[in-house]
């Protein structure tokens, strides 16, 4: 897949913010954190390139840090991960019946909306609640025609247009916040807005697989014994018998080749020579 599809995934805030006043175990950040990962991953499937703003999961880049991301690297799209929460009633407590799916965009341009209740909707019916809207908001009178959300509005303004702030139900409500504590329902959700995401830019599920070569033997035992050493790195990978005379050493497997020349810099950080190959699949 080309550069024209990259997506900037900003997961909000940090490590140890915010946590929901009615559910201790929920942190925002950490959960939404996880949830980026899980969407770049379901992103990769289609060739989707992504970058995420939080290098890991105790950064805390600014709010003009992540929004500018989107436009230094190119991208195309530009999601930040959220959970609601209500604000509190008058005696100080929650509302924790409150649940159900915003999806913000950005008012630079109308047709940034489409994509808002696709992504709403799909949101909605895999965490099993309501979808609540899309919605604009507008900075200030003075500036009716910036956005309000920081992420949101430096995102539009490095050049990406289509910047969105998604709001995955409310943390103060318990069913919510208990959907997003469980890795497998991040899975399900990420694959949700992946699927979304992918027929907005008219791809399908990637066929092509980019993986590294870091050896070649005439024999199945060196090609094993030389993937074993690899493994003891941490890299992953499997030998591919060519014939009976020629045995392929590769690791990783990509549809992203960006992932691949990762992959490889890794290895070959690790002591590894090795290219990049394609295989169908
Ligand atoms: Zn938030």
Redesign the pocket.
């Known amino acids: 897949m080309t550069m024209s599809c990259k997506v900037t995934i900003d997961p909000?805030?940090n490590a140890v913010s915010?946590v929901s006043p009615t559910n201790k175990k929920y942190i925002?950040g950490v959960q939404m954190y996880k949830l980026a990962l899980y969407l770049a991953e379901a992103l990769e499937e289609y060739g989707i390139e992504s970058e995420i703003t939080r290098k890991s999961i105790q950064e805390d880049p600014s709010l003009a840090e992540r929004g500018k991301l989107a436009g230094k690297n190119g991208s195309k799209l530009f999601l930040s991960l959220?959970?609601n929460a209500p604000g509190t009633n008058k005696d100080g407590s929650y509302d924790t019946s409150i649940s159900g799916t915003y999806v913000y965009y950005s008012l630079t341009d109308s047709g940034n909306k489409d994509l808002a209740d696709s992504l709403g909707k799909a949101i909605a019916s895999a965490m099993g609640h309501k979808f609540r809207g899309s919605l604009t908001r507008e900075y200030s009178d003075q500036h009716k025609d910036w956005d309000y959300y920081g992420v949101v509005r430096n995102a539009a303004q490095s050049g990406c247009k289509a910047a969105y702030l998604i709001e995955h139900g409310f943390h103060t409500n318990l069913k919510d916040s208990n959907f997003l504590l469980s890795d497998s329902n991040l899975t399900k959700l990420a694959q949700a807005e992946a699927k979304v995401i992918a027929e907005y830019f008219g791809v399908g599920k990637s066929q092509k697989r980019y993986r590294v070569q870091i050896g070649a033997f005439t024999t199945n035992a060196s090609a094993k014994n030389y993937l074993a050493q690899a493994q003891a790195k941490g890299l992953n990978g499997f030998v591919i018998k060519v014939s009976s005379k020629l045995y392929r050493v590769q690791i990783g497997s990509f549809s992203v080749r960006d992932n691949a020349e990762k992959y490889l810099a890794q290895a070959k950080a690790a002591g590894f020579n090795g290219f990049i190959v394609e295989a169908g699949i």
């Open positions: 909000g805030h915010n925002e959220h959970s």
